[in-house]
């Protein structure tokens, strides 16, 4: 594989700057983790293409997780087999989690242990008032 080096800057919301350089054996995988981490910075500008490409992803995964897991718990390794029959396309678990953990912060989804692994649930809304 031939030997790369990519550059990302951003700033945020707040004026900090932030410049990342990965060098080496770039693979889609690693470039994807970079942009993963950049994402956890609120409010950062970074590649207006590739948010909106991870968005797609988690609203691809929120979706399996509507149509397969509504009403009962679920797990990552649930979602992950659900999505590639879905989507015809492999992903790494690590990126179902990432999603999954986000979802829980968002309050779409609540977590709960289970011996060694983590079950979710899709958040019930009320319409009381």
Do not use: C, Q
């Amino acid at each position: 594989m031939k030997r790369r080096k990519v550059k990302i800057e951003l700033e945020d919301d707040e004026g900090s700057k932030y410049s990342i350089i990965v060098e080496g054996n770039l693979t889609r995988d690693k470039v994807m983790r970079v942009f993963e981490m950049m994402n956890l910075l609120e409010g950062s500008d970074s590649s207006d293409d590739y948010n909106e490409a991870m968005n797609t992803l988690g609203d691809k995964i929120l979706k399996v997780i509507e149509e397969h897991f509504l009403y009962g718990e679920f797990t990552s390794s649930d979602v992950l087999e659900a999505f590639e029959d879905a989507y015809n396309t492999p992903i790494k678990l690590s990126m179902i989690s990432t999603y999954l953990a986000r979802f829980v912060n968002k309050g779409v989804l609540t977590r709960s242990r289970h011996g060694k692994e983590w079950r979710y649930k899709r958040m019930v809304l009320s319409n009381k008032h």
